[in-house]
């Protein structure tokens, strides 16, 4: 792949894996119109969404910080009451015995903050996303990826979703008012976000809007419950790169995309949440229905 390509792939992947259009359906695209092979360079894909991972880790990083803390805590005090609970089966069979009332020690509360509840709610989340995602990869990936047709239809669906964002009323959900069905919802979104053609942030903060989230923890929410999302396509296609030889060109080409595509992210990120936030998405419903049927027009003319 020439380094021009390269970028070009890089560019597209930091605009469109956070602006609403599909990045997974633009790479389909933009492969048929330059007439590389779908099913080649998996290793350049996956550094091109390790990049666009590292923009969402620049984006949130405190936020991010605070929900590994409070996950680790999370884990602690879960740990801590499996212990409590098997000591004091103990006391009590000991106190039967005895005939003494022997003093039980206490549970510890795990989700006691906002940030642990937002840490359990990505949990949940990532639930439904990774048994649509391994049921996606195996049924139709290989049918979806080598024609224009699918992802055109999937980025009309696209389009009509963000219709209905800056129609929603805004919610008053947070993290605390959150419930975990309403985190089953949006990660069955996310899920479905996987389809090339379908927007995954665009899939997410809509569902997350109409459960009621607010819009600006709706687009947070979007981002990092995609970290775990990211890692896992990645880990997956990690299986697919053993036949792979890459050479040391390869190697810096892909680095460099992964640098460009992390540069590109960080702004569209910006410029997403203030798009939504001032309720302009109607432009990118615009753009996903015009590149939608030039994408199936030219599948069935071609």
């Not at 005090?77 to 003093?103: H, P, R, T």
């Not at 792979?244 to 060109?249: A, F, G, Q, Y």
């Not at 910006?270 to 798009?275: D, N, S, T």
Request: glycine share 8%; charged share 20%; net charge positive.
């Amino acid at each position: 792949m020439k380094i021009w390509q390269v970028i070009l792939f890089a560019v597209l992947q930091g605009i469109t894996e956070f602006l609403p259009v599909s990045s997974s359906g633009h790479l389909v695209l933009l492969k048929n119109l330059l007439g590389l092979e779908t099913t080649v360079s998996v290793s350049f894909d996956v550094m091109l969404h390790v990049g666009t991972l590292f923009a969402v880790f620049v984006c949130y990083w405190k936020d991010i910080k605070r929900l590994i803390v409070e996950g680790i805590g999370i884990l602690v005090d879960c740990c801590y009451n499996i212990g409590v609970y098997f000591n004091n089966k103990k006391i009590l069979s000991a106190s039967q015995k005895d005939g003494v009332d022997w003093e039980l020690k206490g549970y510890r509360r795990v989700i006691k903050s906002a940030y642990r509840k937002f840490a359990l709610l990505v949990i949940v989340s990532s639930i439904p996303t990774a048994i649509l995602g391994v049921i996606e990869r195996k049924l139709i990936e290989d049918r979806v990826v080598t024609s224009a047709l699918v992802p055109g239809i999937f980025l009309l669906i696209t389009g009509l979703m963000l219709l209905l964002i800056d129609r929603l009323e805004e919610g008053n959900k947070t993290p605390k008012h959150t419930t975990y069905w309403d985190a089953i919802l949006v990660g069955i979104a996310q899920g479905i976000g996987t389809l090339p053609g379908i927007s995954r942030s665009g899939s997410t903060i809509t569902a997350g809007v109409a459960v009621g989230m607010k819009r600006e923890f709706a687009i947070k929410y979007s981002f990092i419950m995609s970290i775990p999302a990211i890692i896992g396509a990645a880990i997956f296609e990690i299986g697919d790169m053993k036949n792979e030889h890459l050479t040391k060109l390869d190697l810096r080409n892909y680095a460099i995309g992964m640098v460009v595509a992390a540069m590109v992210g960080f702004v569209c990120i910006k410029l997403l949440v203030a798009l939504i936030r001032d309720k302009k998405m109607f432009c990118f419903t615009y753009y996903c229905f015009a590149i939608g049927s030039i994408a199936i027009i030219s599948s069935i003319i071609l």
